[in-house]
């Protein structure tokens, strides 16, 4: 095999789902795909690490030039709701239903140590400014997903509301019930839009 072909395989094998035996197919496909498509595919690639950035204010994704994402500007939505999630597909799922018109917050992944993921790595010291700095009584939801990490994500942001003096500032609710697949970005929709329209104070 050629020594680019195996390099392109190797590659492809870094993907997340991705084995060596669909790795190999991949890197067929782009051999014999249109140069321009390959080209269109590279500069894609390259461009999501130097155009792409984060919205100052709940860590969405947006464009390089955006201070703020859409649904930060979107003036129509609801203020007082803030959903806490994990990733940014965690928030996608939640958008698809088109039901709910809140804002967000996005702390980048959940507590995890066994993943070198601390408390710190996360965006806590954001939400809790947000809160601080809210002219109005928030609902923090904690749209999360149901496994270890995110209990412990959970416990840790209950906890500093109420350290840092904020609960009245707050009303804190979470999902109603566990999603059988363990996260978000793969729940039904019906499944997951009665487990926030049916979300508990905590």
Known sequence: MPKELEKLINAIT???????KSATKLAF?????????NE????????????VSFCK?????????????NI??????????????????????????GIFKWNYHILGWAISPINWVFIWDLRFKELFER???????????????PNIEWEATSSYI???????KLKYK??????????????????????????LKERKEV
């Open 158 to 164: 209950i906890e500093e509301i109420e350290k840092r």
């Open 170 to 195: 707050t009303k804190i609710t979470k999902l109603s019930r566990w999603l059988s697949s363990g996260y978000l970005e793969y729940a039904d929709n019906i499944t997951l839009v009665n487990a």
């Open 14 to 20: 870094y993907l997340p789902w991705i084995w060596e």
């Open 131 to 145: 809160i601080q700095n809210a002219d109005w009584k928030v609902e923090i939801i904690l749209a999360t997903n």
């Open 29 to 37: 496909f782009l051999l014999n795909s249109n140069q321009n498509f």
């Open 72 to 97: 930060c500007k979107d003036e129509d939505r609801d203020k007082q709701t803030i959903a806490v999630v994990e990733e940014y597909l965690d928030m996608m799922m939640i958008e698809e239903s």
């Open 57 to 69: 204010n709940c860590f969405s994704l947006c464009d390089l030039w955006q201070d703020f994402c």
């Open 40 to 51: 269109n595919l590279s500069e894609s690639i390259k461009n999501i690490k130097t155009k």
